[in-house]
């Protein structure tokens, strides 16, 4: 019977043909918190154990760019070298098993990676803000051209059959100078119409300068498009739609009547659904059941509508590390794994089933006593390539959790430590020496956990990782509780206060 397990187990390693989505394709987005490049590898080597078809590379700033970009990358920006050996390694096993290596440059918005920089923000749609490129520029264009060709030169070399060119979250067009001039003359004052000009243009780049490479593109600007418009600017022929949405209620967001519009134009779309960075700007622990909510949903709206298309059988399952180039950390890799691995089977069976378990299970390196109950409740012991950073995390989570839900410690600041008391250094230290206690040994605590973070973060990303996610999520717990812990010492040094009013006007 253990043999029989054994062989079943490592049998459900090896790639599985999906039955939901035939193409489950999972995104790498570089702008947070990119890996080391060994650490980079080992989740490659893993994603392919858990069933996906392929990855999405957003490279973003960490790309090796030449030229007038490279005075702007990223100072921890892979090497040429880097990217191919990520690159080979990844392909060798995606021969092996039918896996896709998908580049994504955004071509439209979401560019502050590029447009934050004093020498390119004169190329700003708005100058107010860094994220849409001024589009009727042609020194914009160049710069895009430029960021798309040099990329894939690079991943050409490994038969990329489509590159993503963004172009979703456009927030601002038709306000730059150059935008302003072209609109009524060329796009009869129509800011769409300069968008798909701009997009068939990116296209067609493409297709020339790299045959038989399809686009995709994010679905904002086709979803409620005029067929006759889409149809003038041929991108009906150019691109293929991704449709994404990351909420639990997809019938409200994505209507029956945008894929009724969306069928009209193009015979493809895929669609683009999250396990991880959709769940608020600033969640650094994967809760996982939004996530799992929102793959059921990207299920059944395959069910409802792929007879409207020729084809419907691939989506992006999106992993963000930020909401853009400029927002917080949100959930990381280390967090994410379980969530990836759960949802890449939502996507395909849309419930875990027991063989479906004992695939993960395997795949992330957990004991065999792991159940599914654990995996969901984020309390594995899994080994998966980050897990002491997971472990790590965890524990800060239980931690400041258990302070935050320790009420008689909060009952006591409310009554006997409020900012007055600090300030005046004067409570009752009858009531606040206990809950000093509380704060020295959650501080104790506290500085394992940061000097466990700082280990584990150092083995799988680069320096300044850490630094961020120490000043943003574990610094003001710690400092709120010196400061606290500060305050009943001082009070304790007192023994006699004068008469009231101790404010005085």
Known sequence: ????????????????????????????DMKGAPPKV?????????????GATGVLMEW???????????????????????????LEQYV?????????????VQTLAHMEWILKNEEYAALREDERYPMVACIGDPASFDMILDSVNQLMRVHSKFNTRYIHIGADEAFQVGICE???????????????????????????NVTEEFPGTKVLMWFDELKSAPVELINEYNLDDLVIPVVWKYTSNLDNDLPPEM??????SFKEVWGGSAFKGADGASRYWNRLKPYILNNKEWYLQNEKYKSQFTTFDSIIITGWQRYDH?????????????????????????????????????????????????????????????YRARDAIRDYVQLKTFFENSTWVHNRENGWLQSSHM????????????IGKAYERTLKKLDTISSNLRTAFAEIFYPDVIEEFDIDYVKPFYDDLQKRKEAVQNIDTKRSYGPRPWFRL
């Open 92 to 104: 060798l096993s995606a021969q092996q098993l039918g896996l896709e290596v998908i580049p994504l």
């Open 326 to 386: 400029f927002a917080s950390l949100c959930e990381l890799w280390p967090t994410s794994m379980v969530s990836l691995a759960l949802n890449l089977i939502v996507l395909t069976k849309f419930h875990i089933d027991t063989v479906s378990a004992e695939r993960v299970i395997q795949a992330l390196n957990c004991p065999p006593s792991t159940t599914l109950d654990q995996l969901v409740a984020g309390s594995d012991r899994c080994r998966y390539p980050g």
């Open 178 to 204: 150059a935008d302003r001039l072209v609109l009524p003359i060329k796009y009869q004052n129509d800011t769409l119409r300069m968008i798909f000009d701009h997009l068939q243009r990116v296209s067609i």
């Open 38 to 50: 060994a650490y980079f590898k080992q989740l490659l080597t893993t994603i392919s154990g858990l």
């Open 259 to 264: 894929w009724k519009n969306m069928s009209y």
């Open 423 to 434: 300030r005046l250094s004067a409570s009752n230290p009858y009531y606040i020496d206990a």
């Open 60 to 86: 973003e700033d960490m790309f090796p760019y030449q030229g007038d970009l490279s005075r702007i990358i990223n100072k921890n920006a892979y090497t040429e070298d880097e990217v191919i050996s990520i």
């Open 1 to 28: 019977m253990l043999l029989q397990r054994t062989v079943l187990v490592l049998a459900l390693t090896v790639h599985i043909a999906l039955c939901g989505y035939q193409r489950a394709i999972v995104h790498f």
